[in-house]
Structure formats: C-alpha cells, structure tokens
C-alpha cells in the first residue's frame, strides 16, 4: 500500500516462485507460454477498452471485459446479451462468485462471473443450482449457456464451479 501511494498503481506484478524452480524445463516453458497468452488478453482488453471507454480501462474494468469474453457477451444467469458499452455502468452490471465466497473464500476468475445485477442479487449466497434447480427448464438454458463458453483449460474449472450442484462441509474445510 505504501508503494502504491508514493508511486500510483504498478501496471503490472511480477511474482516468481521457488516452486515453478522444482518444474523441469518443458513444465516452466508451457507455464511462461500460459502467462503470455493470459498477458496477451489482458493488454487486448485494455486496448479494446481504451478505445470503447476513452479513457485508461481500471483493473475492474479489464477484469468485466474478459469475464464477459469467456461468457461470449452473455449474462450466464438471465441469457441476455451484454454489449461493451454495458462494461461502464458499474450499477448495471457486478461480477459475481459462483460459489459465494463466505463459503469458499475462493476469489480467482475461475469462482467469478459478470452478471446483471439484479440476477446476482436474486441468486443471493447461493449455488447456481440452488438457484435455477427448482426449475428444470430455467436450468436446462443454464446449463446450455455454460456449455457454449468453449473447451480451453482455464474454462474447465469454472464450468465446474457453475454446475456444481453442492458444497457441502468437506468442500467448505478444503
């Protein structure tokens, strides 16, 4: 916090660990390869935004385009389309955490979704299950949406976070 306030905020953070160390060389090589690919969105994103807003995009920004990327410009729990200019309404839309973080503490992109706002707060501390299970056919559009978000292996755990039916006390204590 005392280097972000003499100094602004850093545009970026570079954090090596002794463990990537342990990794041989084609293992470090396919996670640098992953972090560029992840860099190279994030500086797309920024650049999109930054013509769209007209001004320098803030991290949350960045954070609802790619959200809403991986989402193919869909709200997941209404199904409606999300446009960019949608991106700087800060009322219109939030990203929500799919299983609710008191229960996970889970906060990485793969817990987290852009929402309507008003879906996010009729899902409440809720599981996406227990808040369409009720109705097979409110789930079954759901479930279709979360299908059509593509096959990359960043996507594979939130889909499961998506369709995960409980969270029960042996979840809760991981």
Not at 66 to 93: K, N, V
């Amino acid at each position: 916090n005392a280097i972000v306030r003499k100094y602004g905020m850093p545009d970026r953070i570079h954090v090596e660990l002794a463990r990537d160390l342990s990794k041989n060389h084609s293992e470090r090589g396919k996670i640098t390869r992953d972090n560029k690919k992840r860099e190279d969105k994030r500086n797309t994103a920024r650049n999109h935004l930054q013509e769209l807003l007209g001004r320098e995009p803030r991290g949350k920004d960045i954070e609802k385009y790619r959200l809403a990327e991986e989402q193919q410009w869909r709200c997941l729990y209404s199904g409606q389309a999300i446009s960019p200019g949608m991106l700087d309404d800060d009322g219109l839309l939030q990203v929500d955490h799919i299983i609710p973080y008191s229960l996970s503490f889970d906060d990485s992109m793969s817990n987290r979704v852009l929402v309507f706002s008003s879906e996010n707060q009729l899902k409440g501390q809720r599981l996406p299950w227990q808040y369409f299970g009720d109705d097979p056919d409110k789930w079954a559009r759901f479930e279709a949406n979360v299908r059509a978000m593509g096959n990359e292996d960043i996507l594979r755990k939130k889909k499961a976070n998506l369709l995960r039916k409980e969270f029960g006390q042996d979840a809760q204590s991981e």
